[in-house]
């Protein structure tokens, strides 16, 4: 079935610093990927999202290319932010079968920022 | 535009309890689907309505069940509650037929259910 692995976390930076998470993911078919952002006692926020191979994704600094030959969309900023703080989640979405739609997603990666 | 909402916001239950979750989805959207998010961990698809009907589950057992109504809005219960229930159900909705590639799910801000 379909799956995506993310990074271990937490991940803690300095602000200004580089981010990258990574997110390889296992799907039969050809996926549609997305970067999902958490804040503190919030729902689910998409950050961006790519549909096709070679895509890249980008929203607020944030940018993830769709690598197929790598199975691989990983998440990257130049420069964080305090306010970046939050849970990133990747995931995925297939079409067709039983599960029409269904996002299926990685377990997370905690981000804190410090000043 | 109003966003997806959806209400209780908290509910704490007893072990066995049956309980039920609204969703109301963002204007226009006439697909649902509903998550569940145990802490710590990334969501869990649980099913998905189209125009009223269910057109895909993921691996949850029948007390789990679901309607959409001709609104679209929708409601999530889960009968004979057990303690692994714990956790923030999440609500999403989107535009057009549920899978095409241009799709986004927009999420609502979740009920966090407690179970004792």
């Known amino acids: 079935g379909d799956s995506v692995t993310q990074m271990e976390g937490p991940v803690t930076l300095s602000e200004e610093a580089c981010l990258t998470i990574?997110?390889?993911?296992?799907?039969?078919?050809?996926?549609?990927l997305f970067w999902y952002v958490q804040y503190p006692g919030e729902g689910l926020q998409l950050l961006l999202k790519?549909?096709?191979?070679?895509d890249k994704g980008s929203n607020k600094g944030f940018e993830a290319t769709y690598r197929k030959e790598t199975t691989s969309f990983h998440l990257e900023k130049g420069s964080v932010q305090v306010s970046d703080s939050a849970v990133y989640f990747c995931?995925?979405?297939?079409?067709?079968?039983?599960?029409?739609?269904?996002?299926?997603f990685g377990q997370g990666t905690i981000l804190t920022v410090h000043p | 535009e109003t966003g997806v909402t959806q209400s209780p916001t908290h509910l704490i239950k007893t072990r066995g309890q049956q309980v039920t979750l609204r969703c109301s989805s963002q204007?226009?959207?006439?697909?649902v689907s509903w998550y569940q998010q145990a802490l710590g961990q990334g969501p869990q698809f649980i099913f998905q309505?189209?125009?009223?009907?269910?057109?895909g589950r993921g691996n949850f057992p029948p007390r789990f069940s679901g309607l959409q109504f001709p609104n679209y809005s929708s409601e999530l219960n889960v009968n004979a509650l057990e303690l692994d229930d714990s956790a923030l159900y999440l609500c999403?909705?989107?535009?057009?037929?549920?899978?095409?590639?241009?799709?986004?799910?927009?999420f609502g801000p979740g009920t966090r259910l407690l179970v004792l």
């Open positions: 790519a549909t096709k191979a070679d």
């Open positions: 309505y189209y125009r009223e009907e269910e057109n």
């Open positions: 999403a909705s989107s535009l057009g037929l549920a899978g095409t590639p241009g799709e986004t799910q927009y």
């Open positions: 204007s226009g959207h006439n697909t």
């Open positions: 995931a995925l979405r297939t079409a067709g079968g039983t599960s029409y739609g269904k996002l299926t």
């Open positions: 990574n997110c390889t993911y296992t799907a039969t078919g050809y996926p549609s």
